[in-house]
């Protein structure tokens, strides 16, 4: 059964900041892992995802995660973020021949970017 | 291109009472999710179709939870007799084939009395 962490229930930043929004993973096998935003009142967005290649992936506005098998780990990135990034981030893992399809989702992290 | 829509957004119970929830999926999405997500945590996958089929129901507590795709577009997801412990957003999510990325509905926020 594959769990997943975020270790982080909420980050504050002041916009212009770079974040990084923390996810770690627990699984033996082959892993295909994603982000999603919630903003307040809505159903998830997909941000991007990883299954295998280049470690580091490129998501939508801006986000990029990448992927560490040492570590357990698939944390989420932004250089520069803007206020409109304010939402709640969830990390989601599956595991082995379900890979994408039964997904497990983290507690969620809120991010609260400041004027 | 329309997104997932789900209906009702808002529904007020008592505890006992049945209440369904509908979900239009995506055009041309073959799979399709429901997931209860309690107020402050993260989605928890309750069963999933490709098609018509039920892939996984393990997670749907079956004694008064039901969920239906009969020709493998809309669904419908049925709570018999609800509990306070059902007080949570459903959520509706479509994919094109299992392993793509999922949209997600608006959800619909439930609260039992």
């Known amino acids: 059964t594959q769990t997943v962490s975020q270790s982080d229930a909420h980050v504050t930043v002041f916009e212009g900041d770079s974040v990084e929004l923390r996810c770690n993973y627990s699984y033996g096998g082959s892993i295909y892992l994603s982000w999603y935003i919630q903003h307040h009142g809505r159903g998830l967005q997909f941000l991007l995802k990883y299954y295998s290649g280049n470690p580091v992936v490129q998501g939508v506005n801006g986000f990029e995660a990448e992927f560490s098998k040492s570590d357990s780990s698939f944390h989420l990135r932004k250089a520069s973020v803007h206020w409109s990034d304010s939402a709640v981030y969830f990390c989601a893992v599956s595991a082995g021949n379900n890979a994408g399809a039964k997904l497990t989702f983290g507690g969620g992290t809120r991010l609260t970017v400041r004027p | 291109e329309a997104g997932v829509t789900q209906s009702p957004r808002y529904a007020v119970l008592q505890e006992g009472q049945a209440v369904s929830f509908w979900c239009d999926p995506i055009s041309g999405h073959d799979t399709l999710y429901w997931y209860q997500q309690p107020r402050d945590q993260g989605p928890q996958l309750l069963v999933y179709?490709?098609?018509?089929?039920?892939?996984?129901n393990s997670q749907l507590p079956s004694d008064r939870f039901s969920a239906v795709r009969p020709k493998g577009t809309n669904s419908t997801l049925k709570i018999q007799s609800a509990k306070q412990g059902d007080t949570a957003t459903y959520l509706c999510?479509?994919?094109?084939?299992?392993?793509?990325?999922?949209?997600f509905g608006p959800g619909t926020r439930l609260t039992v009395l």
């Open positions: 999510a479509s994919s094109l084939g299992p392993y793509a990325e999922q949209f």
């Open positions: 179709f490709r098609d018509e089929a039920v892939i996984d």
